[in-house]
């Protein structure tokens, strides 16, 4: 079934896909054939090896959402809210509002945390739990040798399946933190023991379609031609 697209602009679709939370519907019904035909778009993606080595578990269960909510509420207090307040030092450097440099960027990240804080709170009532695992042999290494088609597969594949949803009318977020409990995922779901759990996307109608591009650092701060001194935009 082809779902057609209510964003057709694909510069529209590239530079306003959010992660999308407290903007989820949690009362509009997410239709299978919707989340299907999304998935067929995002099997375009490239992948390592030419192998589909992806496999996806789409959840509308309200009692297997209950149970992958609660351990997405675990990973936040293990890994979120504990180490916050208990000021450990690489949480406290990576999340808090207090260290950022600004009152902007101070506010801003406190409406990120709080937002986050928001999708652990109605995870369950989240339409559609789309989990996708790897059933690529896991690296030794977190860089290089096989870590790069590890990642480099199921990450595109995500991404693009974000952008179909945002065409057509739905937000998502790449709640990577589940991974955390990856192997309870797995119990939960029934899965075999080589589909591993690599990120979670809540699915959702989004209230409005109305997002726009965030702010991002120049270009010329970030990208560089032929080596590290000459900077983008300098032509």
Known sequence: ??????????????????????????????ERAVVEHCLRLAQQAPMGSNLEDWRVVAVDDPALKRRIGALYT?????????????????????LS????????????QARVLAAVKHLVDH?????????????????RRPLGGTASGYYGSIFPFAWSFQLALRSRGLGSVMATALAHKAKQVQEVLGLPEDWRPITLLPVAYTKGLDFRPAARADLADVTFWNGPTERAGSA
């Open 97 to 108: 509002p207090s260290v950022r440099p600004d009152p902007e960027a101070q506010a801003r």
């Open 123 to 139: 995870l369950e009532e989240v339409p559609v739990l789309v989990v996708l695992c790897s059933t690529k042999p896991v690296p």
């Open 74 to 94: 675990e990973v936040w207090h293990q890994t979120v809210e504990a180490p916050l307040a208990g000021g450990e030092a690489a949480t406290t450097t990576r």
């Open 1 to 30: 079934m082809s779902v057609p697209a209510v964003i057709t602009d694909i510069d529209e679709v590239l530079t306003t896909t959010r992660a999308v939370r407290r903007r989820m519907d949690l009362t509009r019904p997410v």
